[in-house]
């Protein structure tokens, strides 16, 4: 048997790499900026070709579709070497591995396009599913479900790690096939199927991780539905109670009340019913507290399989927020450095909230070629924003909020009013004094690394925190530079001063 993580050939990391995933309904087109822990998607296109329409009654792909599909293949196999794209990999799914005129497809596009297509196994598509919730979610814990349109794959994941999953043949496309208008049926081919999951059952009670772009479309419609204020799908969740409630009522809509729905294209739409009924009854089945939607899945876990263990492990914020600022910085700001010098003010944050803060001290230099009126509100919407896991959405307003008060952003601003729900008061307080004590430590340095490390921060046994500078850089410690620490020092409620020492050693 093939490994299921098979992975794409090593090569360079700035190599752009880029994907194409042949779907039982769409196919996409994917650039990566490379072979790395957290790429940037620099092209994704998807086309609606339907290849596997009607498959379960005639086992061959849909003709229109496959007409649709390699036209649209070769305009993105000629797109990804005009972008440069330095490897290209083609995979195939369920609706070519299953028809009987899936090999003659595949001749046609490798003969056209002069590309090799894969087509992969049942298990190889969970397998890379799993690897691509993992690498966007890497402490998921409970089931991936990933739902193409012919197909749909279960994984546990358990401590980073994803088990043997299975394929069951329940996609959209292949529910409308066998049940036509007959959701009674849809639900007894369902319930039938994922009964016939062994580990299933062992499984209730945990977290369901869903990627696929008709379960995509349901976290769109939900959204617009709960006046949910971030249109981000990656890490949306919903609790099963509100889940419930969701799908009940989507169920009673007919195509017209549909079509009203905002966010969701109107080809995508034919799945939607499909979607919600398998979703059902999978929620019914392992009764998990939370759904949460991934934006990663296979195409990323297929670069995620090709990076090597250690960089497979590293944290996905940190790789993509060191890349941001590898690419802006100024004069080689090291956020290390800086989150080092701010930890004497937050000794007692757990782990994950000074990863937020690391975070944060990596992009704190990421908004300064902005205009200087909109760089606290810039920093914000491109934190709020950032196009790469490893953070939900809680993380996001908070890690939003610390940039926001590094750049001097009001609390109050309109810009960061319609977000407040997705975090506790306490907690953006405290992301605004983490943004104030960067913001003094770019004041007092100037942004250089070498000035940064002639200073640092300390609290004293009364609880107030004194800026140390060595007695000959007195200069540094101008009338911003106070003002800033006593800006810091009213947000933690603490009395703000600062002190000198004789020696100019670093640090």
């Not at 396009?113 to 298990?123: D, E, L, M, N």
């Not at 941001?324 to 989150?339: E, Q, S």
């Not at 003094?440 to 925190?465: D, F, K, N």
Request: glycine share 12%; aromatic share 4%; net charge positive.
């Amino acid at each position: 048997m093939s490994d299921p993580t098979a992975s794409p050939a090593a090569g360079p990391r700035d190599r752009r790499v880029g994907v194409i995933d042949v779907g039982s309904n769409s196919i996409r087109l994917v650039v990566f900026d490379g072979l790395r822990r957290s790429p940037l998607a620099l092209f994704n296109e998807k086309v609606l070709c339907g290849l596997g329409r009607g498959l379960e009654k005639t086992r061959r792909l849909h003709p229109e579709g496959t007409v649709q599909g390699l036209e649209n293949l070769r305009r993105f196999v000629r797109l990804a070497h005009l972008m440069g794209v330095g490897q290209l990999d083609v995979l195939a799914t369920a609706a070519v591995r299953e028809a009987t005129d899936g090999p003659d497809f595949v001749a046609a596009v490798e003969q056209q396009c002069g590309v090799r297509v894969r087509v992969i196994t049942g298990q190889e598509e969970a397998a890379l599913s799993a690897a691509g919730v993992l690498s966007g979610i890497p402490d998921a814990e409970g089931v991936m479900g990933d739902l193409g349109g012919g197909s749909v794959e279960l994984v546990p994941l358990a401590g980073g790690v994803a088990g043997p999953g299975v394929s069951l043949p329940l996609g959209p496309l292949r529910l409308a096939d066998i049940a036509a208008d007959s959701p009674k049926k849809a639900r007894d081919l369902v319930d039938t199927a994922l009964a016939g999951v062994g580990w299933l059952a062992g499984q209730r009670g945990r977290n369901l991780y869903l990627v696929g772009g008709a379960w995509r479309a349901l976290a769109r419609i939900h959204m617009d539905r709960a006046g949910y204020p971030l249109h981000v799908i990656h890490h949306y969740a919903i609790e099963r109670p509100a889940m419930d409630v969701f799908l009940r009522d989507l169920a009673k809509l007919g195509r017209k009340s549909l079509e009203k729905l905002t966010g969701v294209s109107r080809r995508r739409l034919d799945a939607v019913p499909n979607a919600a009924l398998l979703l059902g009854r999978l929620v019914e089945a392992l009764m998990p507290p939370r759904i949460v939607f991934s934006a990663t899945g296979l195409r990323e876990g297929h670069v995620f399989a090709g990076l090597d263990p250690a960089e497979r492990a590293a944290d996905p914020l940190l790789s993509a927020c060191r890349s941001i600022a590898a690419r802006g910085r100024r004069f080689g700001a090291d956020g290390d450095h800086l989150v080092a010098w701010t930890d004497p003010l937050f000794a007692d944050d757990p782990p994950a909230l000074r990863r937020l803060r690391h975070a944060a001290a990596l992009l704190s230099d990421s908004a300064w070629n902005e205009h200087p009126d909109y760089r606290a509100e810039q920093a914000f919407l491109g934190a709020l924003r950032l196009p790469h896991g490893g953070i939900d959405h809680r993380g996001r307003l908070l890690l939003a909020t610390m940039l926001h008060a590094r750049y001097g952003g009001d609390a109050d601003a309109a810009v960061v009013a319609p977000y407040g729900r997705l975090a506790s008061a306490g907690e953006r307080l405290w992301a605004e004094a983490v943004g104030l004590a960067l913001r003094v430590g770019y004041t007092v340095s100037g942004g250089s690394p070498e000035a940064l490390q002639r200073t640092r921060l300390e609290t004293g046994a009364g609880g107030g925190i004194r800026l140390v500078l060595a007695r000959e850089d007195e200069v540094m410690a101008g009338e911003a530079v106070r003002r800033r620490l006593d800006a810091l020092g009213r947000a933690l409620g603490r009395p703000a001063a600062v002190g000198f020492r004789e020696a100019a050693a670093a640090g």
